[in-house]
């Protein structure tokens, strides 16, 4: 059993953590005011190799292993969690695009993704639910060559800010289900589409809304996988984003937990340093302990995929658990500072608010715990 990473990945780490304490880390807080990814920062980023480095070399990603992709997205997320939302949305939907899409597709699209030309957002949920997402109604009608899209997708991550978005569309009236469900890669800015954004909590750079398909036509050759066959595609996609979620969640309390340490040996309460008082140093302790802990998780998880082993039942896990012990750990950092953790000039509330979403977004804890129980006893554990 080996845990250390190789020469090659603490290098890599270092110059990402350098960069993030340089570029991302002071302007967390002033991006989420400003409301917007800076695009030339996902450029410098895209220069310095950090998007989604484990896509194939052959597309123009850097055929690194997912390990690797984590260590990136981890440096990142602990001085910007919204920045590394353009990673992880690249690997989720670099990867989905480089494994089914047409190789023409893939190599443009990959390649601006690694870049950090271009954002591809996921378009899976609608307004009648997220978690029982197969059973979607945005409906993809053939006419000729192409097909004509309508309907809603809602929830979207960085809807008015990306590029293009891989839409999950019902393709066959026939089936209600995940059978009758194709993916197309379709530009944000094609005639019949808009899009809004909602007043949300948390990751105001990112900003999420809905995406409105009005008439929408599409070339055929726009589908990614096979016809009706696009749920499955996206699924696979998450097992490998959940593990990723998991290390964005725990990089950012890691910041908040590291500033409280800092805290508490310079704040004085009693004729002393607040750190003497065992009250104050154990839920800091309690953090370290779970932070370490669900970090192993995803590494171990991202590992698996790298030995093409199944991880979908430690993915689950990841997503359920780290973005809860994350959010936990960040709750006590700002207790531990006292009333000025409680204020917007410090960062906690900002990355309380931030990882709260994660706890929704690719599924909720719920739907996690079912992937476990289903992979552990089979199909009884689930609905249908
Ligand atoms: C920050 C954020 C980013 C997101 N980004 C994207 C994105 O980029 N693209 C995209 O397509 N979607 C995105 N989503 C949507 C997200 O995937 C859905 O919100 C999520 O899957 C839950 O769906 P829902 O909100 O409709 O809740 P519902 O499905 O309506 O569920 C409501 C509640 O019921 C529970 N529940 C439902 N079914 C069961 C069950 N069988 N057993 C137990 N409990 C159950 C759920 O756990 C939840 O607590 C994002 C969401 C958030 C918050």
């Known amino acids: 059993m080996d845990f250390s990473f190789s020469d090659e990945q603490r290098a890599f780490q270092e110059t990402i953590r350098r960069f993030g304490a340089e570029k991302l880390a002071p302007r967390y807080q002033a991006r989420e005011k400003e409301g917007v990814i800076d695009r030339d920062l996902c450029r410098e980023m895209g220069e310095l190799g950090m998007i989604a480095p484990e896509l194939p070399e052959k597309f123009g990603g850097m055929g690194l ?65 997220g978690s029982d997402a197969a059973h979607l109604i945005l409906r993809a009608r053939k006419d000729g060559g192409d097909f004509i899209l309508n309907g809603e997708k809602t929830s979207i991550s960085l809807a008015d800010q990306a590029d293009e978005i891989v839409v999950f569309t019902r393709t066959n009236e026939a089936e209600d289900g995940a059978r009758g469900v194709s993916a197309f890669l379709v530009p944000l800015d094609a005639e019949g589409i808009s899009t809004t954004r909602f007043d949300d909590l948390g990751s105001g750079a990112v900003g999420r809304g809905s995406v409105f398909f009005d008439d929408v036509r599409v070339p055929a050759d726009a589908m990614i996988g096979p016809e009706n066959q696009g749920f499955r595609v996206v699924m696979q996609g998450f097992d490998y984003s959940r593990a990723l979620i998991g290390l964005q969640c725990i990089a950012c309390a890691e910041a908040s937990i590291e500033e409280a340490w800092e805290y508490v040996k310079e704040r004085e309460a009693f004729g002393g340093p607040i750190a003497r008082f065992q009250g104050v140093t154990e839920p800091l302790a309690e953090a370290e302990t779970l932070l370490y802990a669900a970090k192993l998780l995803c590494y171990k998880t991202l590992w698996l995929r790298d030995q093409g082993e199944p991880h979908t039942s430690e993915a689950a896990m990841c997503k359920w658990w780290a973005p809860r012990v994350a959010f936990d750990a960040i709750h006590n950092a700002l207790l531990v500072h006292g009333h000025y953790g409680y204020s917007r000039e410090l960062p906690h509330q900002q990355r309380l608010r931030d990882v709260l979403g994660l706890q929704i977004g690719d599924g909720t804890q719920q739907i996690q715990k079912m992937i476990i129980a289903r992979e552990k006893i089979g199909r009884i554990a689930v609905p249908y």
């Open 65 to 129: 292993d997912s390990v690797t992709a984590g260590i990136a997205i981890e440096e990142v997320a602990r001085a910007d969690f919204n920045v590394s939302y353009v990673q992880l949305i690249g690997s989720l939907m670099g990867t989905l695009i480089a494994q089914h899409a047409a190789e023409d597709i893939a190599h443009r699209v990959i390649a601006d993704i690694c870049a950090g030309r271009s954002i591809v957002a996921l378009g899976l949920t609608e307004p009648r639910g």
